[in-house]
Nanobody, 124 residues
Framework: QVQLVESGGGLVQAGGSLRLSCAASGRTFSRYAMGWFRQAPGKEREFVAAISSDGGSTYYAYSVKGRFTISRDNAKNTVYLQMNNLKPEDTAVYYC?????????????????WGQGTQVTVSS
């Protein structure tokens, strides 16, 4: 398993941008597909975006497509989530997750390791 630590969350006004980072430990990061999930207060955790182990394939939830971009730097053991045109409904705790399979996954059960989460708050 890899250990994951998210950073980059904060408070931003609607229409603004944030970039989340997720740093992974271990030498096998490049073998893992990665994903971002989020959980808003009173709601279940939901899929946001995923990227294959080599970065060649990405997939997004409909609600964020065109506004969010997932990317990774395997040399730095880091995955990113660039969030643009943020909306109040994007307010949530954002979690990074790792799947030891190299292909994209979108369901929680496919992921083996999780970070502790970072809070994103979007004010109207």
């Amino acid at each position: 398993q890899v250990q994951l630590v998210e950073s980059g969350g904060g408070l931003v006004q609607a229409g603004g941008s944030l970039r989340l980072s997720c740093a992974a430990s271990g030498r096998t990061f490049s073998r893992y597909a990665m994903g971002w999930f989020r959980q808003a207060p009173g709601k279940e955790r939901e899929f946001v975006a995923a990227i294959s182990s080599d970065g060649g394939s990405t997939y997004y939830a409909y609600s964020v497509k065109g506004r969010f971009t997932i990317s990774r730097d395997n040399a730095k053991n880091t995955v990113y989530l660039q969030m643009n045109n943020l909306k109040p409904e994007d307010t949530a705790v954002y979690y990074c997750a790792a799947d030891r399979d190299s292909y994209i996954a979108t369901t929680e059960g496919d992921f083996d390791s999780w970070g502790q989460g970072t809070q994103v708050t979007v004010s109207s």
